[in-house]
């Protein structure tokens, strides 16, 4: 009997229309073009503006053009699960809120935290529901509004962010295609180096915690270069070691837009070539759990049925880890 897998079937990303450019940011904090783009390869990001605009609105457009480029009708859909680190509100769910929108009336649905390895946490979680056999079209969602919680008078984080996701569509397949394998990591103790400071159980909104700006992202940077080189590097490195495959194998990796060094750095541990490493990080910046899909997307006419795809992640907790998988489609 042939092994089920989960396979994507369709991709689809979407972005704000305000573009944020390093000549604006340079209005704003102490920093310069050259600058930003010699250290992360960034020249523009995507800002979400309006009132009551949340990573949902993200999501939602993200899923309405996945349904009707695969055609799918959302009572189709048996669940969505969302990766994100700016929920709309701490409940109910950015995922119920997305399947809300979209009429997703028969599915359920629930978010996952992992900051900017989320995607690859729902992506690993929703092909075991297709495995299993338990449900047959899963959409995976990956949005983040990173400019809700990026402080704008620090220079160190606000040139990196931008705001942005993707969703695919995941059915089930006996075909030789698919997510073949995947190795997540997780290490709590990286937490003091990556993580929002208020705003959780453990230290509520106060007129303090706010006048003291500790509700945007935190990161100590040097530190969270070497740990993310080291471990988003070593894993995509493992996962090709344990199925076999070598760097002419690979026809493509995703790797997280975190920073550009960190990318070469992957590439170069794989000995994947740069004529094979997706990138779109200078027009979008870091969207957190949405690099990856928003990656696929954008390099989807290129990919081929049975491309072997490595994606790879690091981010705050400190999360990592990588994803093997096979194209499903043609998509020409």
Known sequence: MKKTRAVITGVQGWVPEYVLTNQELETMVDTND????????????????????????????????????????????????????????????????????????????????????????????????????????????????????????????????????????????????????????????????????????????????????????????????KFAVTNMAEVSAKIMEKNGLTADDVAWLVPHQANKRIIDATANRMGVGPDKVMMNIEKYGNTTAGTLPLCLWDYESKLKKGDNIILAAFGGGFTWGSIYLKWGYDSN
């Not at 290490?187 to 509700?215: C, I, N, Y």
């Open 34 to 225: 050259e600058w930003i783009v010699s250290r992360t390869g960034i020249k523009e990001r995507r800002i979400l503006k309006g009132e009551n605009q949340g990573t949902s609105v993200i999501g939602t457009e993200a899923v309405k053009g996945l349904l009707k480029k695969t055609n799918t009708a959302p009572e189709e859909i048996d669940l969505i699960i969302c990766a994100t680190v700016t929920p709309d509100m701490p409940f109910p769910a950015t995922a119920n809120i997305i399947a809300d929108n979209v009429g997703a009336k028969n599915s359920f649905s629930f978010d996952i935290s992992a900051a900017c390895s989320g995607f690859l946490y729902a992506l690993t979680m929703g092909s075991q529901f297709i495995e299993t056999g338990m449900h047959k079209k899963v959409i995976i969602v990956g949005a983040d509004k990173m400019s809700s919680i990026i402080d704008y008078q620090d220079r160190a984080t606000c040139i990196i962010f931008g705001d942005g996701g993707g969703a695919v569509l995941l059915e089930s397949t006996t075909e030789e295609v698919g997510i073949m394998d995947s190795m997540l990591h997780a290490d709590g103790s990286g937490a003091p180096f990556l993580h929002m400071k208020a705003g959780g159980s453990r230290k509520p909104a106060t007129h303090e915690s706010v006048d003291a700006r500790e509700h945007f992202a935190y990161q100590e940077g040097s530190t969270v270069f």
